[in-house]
């Protein structure tokens, strides 16, 4: 016969158990926010075949992505690196010789312009947009999540729109 103290500690174990387990939901910091790695490194001769070649392996960020309210300022970052990796496929299709300073002009194009966006909202702007000059390009190259452009392993980039807006210049090179 099973003793009704044995079964209830049958019950609690397992209980206590599927609670800690990891199911392989989103991963979330403490605070139960989005995780979109930002800031981009800027592209360079190291990291360019990285930048062009494993593009589809690099996390876009969709709308479906991010919760309905509180989270803008994750949003703006995301749309910033939907924006850029747009636009890295460009300069990627472009004259090979051309491409890095290419990626060099959309890397700057889409963070001017997630600056913009930061410093037309209520909350406070982004540390590095205050800066300006080379010293905000320095500021977002620094302290880098993905320096080398690494894939994510088992991930492949849904469709998204290319983005309007980059104009690349031949003669800023």
Known sequence: MISIVGLSGFWILALLTLHGADFGETKRNSLNEPDVPFPPACPTAENLAAVCLQGQG???YL???FPNSR?????RRGNAINRMESWFSLC???QEDQNLCCTQQAWKQALSQFCTEE???MTKAYVCCADTG???WTCFNSELPNPNY???PGYTAPPVPEEAGFTFDPNDC
Do not use: L
């Open 58 to 60: 690099r996390p876009r």
């Open 63 to 65: 709308s479906s992505f």
């Open 71 to 75: 989270v803008s300022h994750f949003r």
């Open 92 to 94: 990627c299709r472009g």
């Open 119 to 121: 410093s037309s909202t």
């Open 134 to 136: 080379e010293a905000r």
């Open 150 to 152: 690494d894939p994510t």
